[in-house]
T-cell receptor, first 119, second 110 residues
Framework: GAGVSQSPRYKVAKRGQDVALRCDPISGHVSLFWYQQALGQGPEFLTYFQNEAQLDKSGLPSDRFFAERPEGSVSTLKIQRTQQEDSAVYLC?????????????????FGDGTRLSIL | SQKIEQNSEALNIQEGKTATLTCNYTNYSPAYLQWYRQDPGRGPVFLLLIRENEKEKRKERLKVTFDTTLKQSLFHITASQPADSATYLCAPSNTGKLIFGQGTTLQVKP
């Protein structure tokens, strides 16, 4: 595909339900990032993958949040037992790898996000 | 902790004028800084990257400066157009883990 694809675009769930958000990065992009964006704020880092390895998950708000990228391509962000404060837009980004201490400092290509609403 | 400040109020300018957006950061020394544009309901789109050893960078009508002494970046759009209306995000960083400011909304009026 031409860009980063995220699905679903919108997700409404009842408090306490589990949700799974999908990200298809640009083909060949080694690095993949998840961000959370609240209304009127900039995106906030959640977690980072280099291929299938999750190198940083320091931004995940709680142990209810889990991300995986088992084959180094598609990634899934899962939120268990959702709470109302989880309502936000979840953005995925991918980039080419330009190692700098294991991190990529290349420009990131974002998907249009999944807007999650918890009722 | 690391802190990034962008103009919280919307910037309204007339078409054809130069828009200048400010990004200030404290408590760290980023090796580079990226600027992104975000339209409503869309993901951020990369515009420019400037490194700490670069004072200025240009791309078409865009110009970015990076002053590591002042801990500030300025983002200029010359000959602004209504199509430039969007939210602009800065992200000073040392790694791929981008830390974004809250963004400045620019409105260019015809």
């Amino acid at each position: 595909g031409a860009g980063v694809s995220q699905s679903p675009r919108y997700k409404v769930a009842k408090r306490g339900q589990d949700v799974a958000l999908r990200c298809d990065p640009i083909s060949g992009h080694v690095s993949l990032f998840w961000y959370q964006q609240a209304l009127g704020q900039g995106p906030e880092f959640l977690t980072y993958f280099q291929n299938e390895a999750q190198l940083d998950k320091s931004g995940l708000p709680s142990d209810r949040f889990f991300a995986e990228r088992p084959e180094g391509s598609v990634s899934t962000l899962k939120i268990q037992r959702t709470q109302q404060e989880d309502s936000a837009v979840y953005l995925c980004a991918s980039s080419l790898d330009s190692s700098r201490g294991g991190w990529s400092n290349q420009p990131q290509h974002f998907g249009d996000g999944t807007r999650l609403s918890i009722l | 902790s690391q802190k990034i400040e962008q103009n919280s109020e919307a910037l309204n300018i007339q078409e054809g004028k130069t828009a200048t957006l400010t990004c200030n950061y404290t408590n760290y020394s980023p090796a580079y800084l990226q600027w992104y544009r975000q339209d409503p309901g869309r993901g951020p789109v990369f515009l420019l990257l400037i490194r700490e050893n670069e004072k200025e960078k240009r791309k078409e009508r865009l110009k970015v400066t990076f002053d590591t002494t002042l801990k500030q970046s300025l983002f200029h759009i010359t000959a602004s157009q209504p199509a430039d209306s969007a939210t602009y995000l800065c992200a000073p960083s040392n790694t791929g883990k981008l830390i974004f400011g809250q963004g400045t909304t620019l409105q260019v009026k015809p």
